[in-house]
């Protein structure tokens, strides 16, 4: 079984240039969770989807980050403009249902200078 | 106060050791926990589940106390490749529905 695919694996861009990443998680998942993973912590919780909607989104910075997820499969994560403290792993992970197991995909690493 | 805490680490042990590794919360909403590890620049993967009774899978041994908020894993005879970060995460559910991490232990078996 495929697991959750994530692209681009690696971007380079300066502060105040706009990025997208996308997400295809795995086929049959209904939720999709974009995390923020900076260097030496944990994991954040960005945004969760259910199917085509939005669960939460309380710890996306609004003013600069949007997420779509519009035919409740694949999802981009934009961030538009990038600051240096957005230099970061962006995971996408999936699961069944809400308190279903998540599994994440590769990442993307984001450097911001 | 963070929601989930772990032991800082890093741990650095001999091949054949036994470690154990700490995690608290705050949040007695805290419905589930769990144990995944993470290599370097690679995603977490689940390791275990921990169930209120304690559980086992191999060498890994994960028990819960939910009088005291706490969460470990204990590594038995443990191998070079159990080299890693473990996070410790807490699934919080009465409406939150969100899985919560710690910032990670990390662990460095040497032969």
């Known amino acids: 079984e495929a697991g959750v695919a994530q692209s681009p694996r690696y971007k380079i861009i300066e502060k105040r240039q706009s990025v997208a990443f996308w997400c295809n998680p795995i086929s049959g998942h209904a939720t999709l969770y974009w995390y923020q993973q900076i260097l030496g912590q944990g994991p954040k919780l960005l945004i969760q989807?259910?199917?085509?909607?939005?669960?939460?989104d309380s710890q996306l910075p609004k003013d600069r980050f949007s997420a779509e997820r519009l035919k409740g499969v694949d999802s981009t994560l934009k961030i538009q403009p990038a600051k240096l403290e957005d230099s970061a792993v962006y995971l996408c992970?999936?699961?069944?249902?809400?308190?279903?197991?998540?599994?994440f995909g590769p990442g993307t690493r984001l450097l911001v200078l | 106060r963070k929601e989930v805490e772990q032991d800082p680490g890093p741990f650095n042990v001999p091949e054949g050791a036994t470690v154990a590794f700490n995690c608290t919360y705050s949040n007695s909403a805290s419905q589930s926990f769990f144990w995944y590890r993470q290599d370097c620049r690679k995603e977490p993967k689940l390791l275990m589940s921990v169930y209120s009774s304690g559980n086992e899978d191999g060498r890994f041994t994960a028990q819960l106390n939910r009088a005291s908020q706490y969460i470990s894993l204990l590594i038995r005879d443990s191998k070079l490749s159990d080299s890693a970060t473990y996070l410790c995460a807490v699934f919080l559910s009465g409406g939150y529905n969100k899985l919560i991490f710690g910032a990670g232990t990390r662990l460095a078996v040497h032969p």
């Open positions: 992970a999936s699961s069944l249902g809400q308190e279903e197991t998540q599994y």
């Open positions: 989807f259910q199917n085509n909607g939005v669960v939460d």
